[in-house]
């Protein structure tokens, strides 16, 4: 009873691998917009890119920082129409996550994991993070006395951003699993060149045992 069950339960399971195309799909629609506003972004400031970039006093102090902001600009901006059209998919994920990692190292790191400010309450709290509520939990207070706090808050929550590398690190994951999966079949370029390819092989193989057959 209970391994035919097993059994019909494995045999639904694999039948959901007819469409397991959806997984890689949404991974590149998700992640694409991210690196266009990301990369078109900065190229629409460059100039305060570039001084972000080299600045060590207030910004990341890195060496060539007009090569560095143009490559990570170009990254994520040819990278987010890649990742639409699944194009070069696993190739465009390496300069990705090394822009993911950098980023991560250089921006995030030293701020702890959570991108918005949580209380004790939150298992990756921490003292930061604490501060960060209880001067939240002020600043809502000030509101609520000196200004319309219901209008203010009518399109969402006021929080304190932390910039943890909690949207960095999920960024960098998904980037992980499209390395090793592609960018799927069906609905990229990569799969159709991919079928032309071994169509043109199926072939050039044929006309080679033709070749050695008729020569035999």
Known sequence: ?????????????????????????????????????????????????????????????????????????????????????GLGVRLISVPLIVTMIVAMVTVHWQHGWLAIAEGSGSLFANERTIGAVERLDRAKEILREHGNYEWLTENGSLVILNNGIEFAATYLIMLVALFFIGAGRYLSLDDWIGRWLDRRSARSGQTAARFATAHA
């Open 1 to 85: 009873m209970i391994i035919n069950l097993m059994t019909q339960a494995r045999s639904l399971l694999d039948a959901t691998r007819r469409v397991d195309f959806i997984a890689p799909l949404l991974l590149r629609l998700y992640l694409a917009p991210i690196f266009w506003m990301a990369g078109t972004k900065k190229f629409a400031s460059f100039d305060s890119t570039v001084a972000w970039f080299g600045n060590a006093d207030w910004g990341l102090g890195l060496p060539f920082p007009t090569v560095m902001a143009f490559l990570a600009a170009s990254t994520e901006t040819v990278g987010a129409v890649l990742l639409v059209v």
